[in-house]
């Protein structure tokens, strides 16, 4: 069955540490590969997507995230967090021949501590 | 660009009442979609619109969950007899095309008593 898992639920880092989470899916094909972010309040947010290419994509805000095939992983880091970095942030994958479908993972909660 | 507009923001019922979302997608995008999002869990896809017809609803539990997409803009997506086990929040996405990045309106959460 295709599914995302993401390893952390809750992280919390205090500013200026570097952030990484990771995102393990599991599909059989090529996928599209996505990571979303919920600020508090805010509705869902695209921070950064993969489709082809360079398997290091760089999103917004200085956040970035490797693709390595051989791993089904899909791990997003950011050198030096943010206090307004604090949020949800979700992994989704998408078969790159289907129809439009996400599957997400269950999400990890950031909170960055001034 | 205006965004994906849902209302109500908030519903409150009680089980074995019927409810209603209201969705009206970012203009000229023809794939629309309805996510379920409880606590704790990631949005899982309840029904994916292509333009006025319906492309994947594998997962909605079609004996109390109903939606459609008139004219292929604006969309419904209808409850009842709503359960506990419904209580959520109700996301509606937008995209041009299947393929290309879907954008997520604010969402309606729905508590179920």
């Known amino acids: 069955a295709q599914s995302v898992s993401q390893h952390n639920h809750h992280v919390i880092l205090s500013e200026a540490a570097s952030l990484e989470l990771g995102c393990n899916y599991s599909?059989?094909?090529?996928?599209?590969l996505f990571w979303y972010v919920q600020y508090p309040g805010q509705h869902l947010q695209l921070l950064l997507k993969y489709f082809s290419g360079d398997p290091l994509v760089k999103g917004i805000k200085g956040f970035e995230a490797e693709f390595i095939k051989s791993k089904f992983s899909f791990n997003l880091r950011k050198p030096s967090v943010q206090w307004s970095d604090t949020a949800e942030y979700f992994c989704?994958?998408?078969?790159?021949?289907?129809?439009?479908?996400?599957?997400f993972g269950q999400g990890t909660t950031l909170q960055v501590k001034p | 660009e205006a965004g994906v507009a849902q209302s109500p923001r908030y519903k409150i019922i009680e089980k074995r009442q019927s409810v209603a979302f209201w969705c009206n997608p970012i203009?000229?995008?023809?794939?629309l979609y309805w996510y379920q999002q409880i606590l704790g869990q990631g949005p899982k896809l309840l029904i994916q619109?292509?333009?006025?017809?319906?492309?994947?609803d594998s997962q909605l539990p079609k004996d109390r969950f109903s939606a459609e997409r008139l004219k292929g803009v604006d969309s419904t997506l209808k409850i009842q007899p709503a359960k506990l086990e419904d209580s959520a929040v109700y996301l509606c996405?937008?995209?041009?095309?299947?393929?290309?990045?879907?954008?997520f309106g604010p969402g309606t959460r729905l508590l179920v008593l």
């Open positions: 619109f292509q333009n006025n017809g319906v492309v994947d």
């Open positions: 203009s000229g995008h023809a794939t």
């Open positions: 996405a937008s995209s041009r095309t299947g393929q290309e990045t879907q954008y």
């Open positions: 989704a994958v998408r078969g790159s021949s289907n129809t439009g479908k996400l599957i």
């Open positions: 599909y059989g094909g090529t996928v599209n």
